[in-house]
């Protein structure tokens, strides 16, 4: 199956985001890989992806050009924004992302969303009621408590009750650009929706604001509602939205009426509750690349779950750590030994197998050119009907390989101080054994874990349960733990987000030196 390439800009907390896409491709047995851009570097999200780019601001004129070049470099399938202040300059330069699609709606909707005036109005439009906005606040005439906020804000900075005339009179002149509206007292919703490319709902979930900070949701209840769904089909026929919006009302306790005040045409911060409440759009948007077609049943949506929030550290220099080291992991294949090697090995069982006399040497030539060796090597000589015996003799020999000299002592100096050593390593359990048996590594280290044996491929580096495993095993912290590999795009995720110190091997001859 291919593999899926997924850029998220602007990541920065997402986690839950980026954690939810990450479970969708597991569950669809689809291979995803997961980029995160982000102008710091030091984004907390930034340690769930399986690679981060660092960009410039949206606001530079290098900023579009610097992400069409990491879509190209990177191959990314689907480009997703997460933040208010990329989407206008995204929906206006989407058509130059040639080979990489763009979740986000046309320039003129966005326009809408971003001012509060035309989004009055576009709600409106559709047939819903909105509080009305007026722009000057010597005009207000809507009574009190009123709301004041910024004409193009989010995130509730700037926004405050207003109590009387006077208070409104201070506020309006500490902030530059405002709108003034009736307080509509009652419950706070959002409703969560999710479109395809051609801007017709899939899943429509609408959840209460139970409590809030900072303009994003702390905790939520499900709570369907089929008037707020039928307003959304009418607002989604009208905005044609590309994949996820978020609407915020406030259902008035008084009337009972529905007021519309705010659309968000991304992601929200609390979709990730949606989805684990049964809407999956992480899941939608996979099927979408897949060429499926997604389908969601009301049905099965948790009717009054209630989610909570909370926050969670990762350390983003993990190299500042200089605290005492209790243990230390290494990887296997290319760190302990020279891969290569054991491919040598294997070839030469095949060929002693075949009894051919150019064996050996012809399936070191394919492999060199990247080839897959023994099929290229049995159709060259007519004999393919043996690939799967020759594939099981190539996995399943015993080995003739050895540690690394500068290993071996680092072993031994680490085994003199007393420390905890541990081996997690990837691959099909009766090969990576041999490989084990071979370097008679079982004399020389603590714990060894087979990722596979685990219960499959699912539990292969970058998940991190192998290394939870031996932090509670040998009751350390991920601080007093060291991890050693030579792969970069799976080797140190887990380590990031486990706060475990990592050290690359830059193994110039290794087999997986140029995987990204």
Known sequence: MKEIRILFTGVGRRVELVQAFRQAALCLNIPLKIFGADMTGTAPSLAYCDFS???????????????????????????????????LVLSENSSLFKD???????????????????????????????????????????????????KDGSSSINAFKIKDEEDLKIHAAQIEDYIVQP?????????????????????????IRMSVRAGEVLKTQIAPNKEMHEEMKRLCKCFKPCGPITVQLIKEIRSGDNYYIEINPRFGGGAPLSMMAGANSAIFILQLLSSETPK?????LADGAVFSRFDQSVCTNIEAYNGKLK?????????????KEYVRSGFKAVAEYLNQ????????????????????????????EL???CLKLYREHFPTIKIYEDMYERLQNYRKQGLKIGIITDGRSEGQRNKISALHLEELVDDIIITDELGGEQFRKPCDIAFRILMTKWRIQGSEMLYIGDNMAKDFQACKQLGIRYEWINNQDGLYRKAR
Do not use: H
Request: proline share 6%; charged share 30%.
């Open 53 to 87: 780019r660092k960009v410039c601001g949206m606001k530079d004129k290098n900023y579009i050009p610097e992400l069409l070049r990491i879509c190209e470099e990177d191959k990314i399938d689907l480009l997703i924004p997460t933040i208010d202040t990329d989407l």
């Open 100 to 150: 990489t699609k763009v979740m986000i709606s046309n320039p003129d909707m966005i326009r809408i969303c971003r001012d509060k005036n035309k989004t009055s109005q576009f709600f409106m439009d559709c047939g819903l009621k909105a509080p009305i906005p007026i722009n000057d606040w010597k005009k207000y005439k809507g009574g009190y408590p009123a709301f004041i906020k910024p």
């Open 183 to 207: 307080y509509i007292d009652g419950t706070e919703y959002t409703i969560d929706i999710f479109c395809d490319w051609n801007g017709e709902p899939i899943s429509i979930v609408p959840r």
């Open 296 to 300: 969601f049943e009301p049905d099965d």
């Open 327 to 339: 243990g230390v992991v290494f990887d296997l294949d290319d760190t302990l030994y020279s891969e």
């Open 357 to 384: 006399d150019d064996a050996f040497s012809q399936l070191w030539n394919y492999f060199l050119c990247g080839n897959q060796a023994i099929d290229e090597y049995l159709l060259s000589i007519g004999k393919i």
């Open 387 to 389: 690939k799967e015996k």
